[in-house]
């Protein structure tokens, strides 16, 4: 049985995630989404609300679990008996940085073996900050959040529905 796991921040999880996500279930025994704890960026939703959020949007695939996790995420591979690590690109500088990463993981634990996924084109311009940028400026989401993340979106920024008359 090969299990995989599909590390990220997830604040929001996405359509872009989602897509990742899917195809890379498809490919593997089992998947384990990791919610990254404490990244070095600011974040919008709990680690708590991350997790809830992603295992709502991936609540129909049955051989996929969410978790989070802290610390070196070679260590949470480890942790999952996952001897895969998932990553998506969406563009060249994706690739640069997850060339990186993947090199120092593979420092820290060569057993671990990194499959990156081309995201899909109608998603290639999308991420999380953008999404959040444009949401709180009034932006329409809707088709690239799972209908959840909308919801708490609009929870997190209740200015942008009274912009919007919703």
Known sequence: MTSAIYPG??????????????RAAALFDELIIGVYDRPSKHLLFSTGERVDLMKKAVAHLRNVRVASYNGLTVDFARKMKAKVMVR?????????REFEMALMNKKLDHDIELVCLMTSLEFQFLSSSLLKEVFELGGDISALVPKDVAIAL???FPETRKRDGK
């Open 88 to 96: 998506g690109l969406r563009m060249s500088s994706d690739f640069e």
């Open 9 to 22: 921040s997830f604040d929001p999880v996405t359509n872009g995630h989602l897509d990742i996500a899917n």
């Open 154 to 156: 609009k929870e997190k």
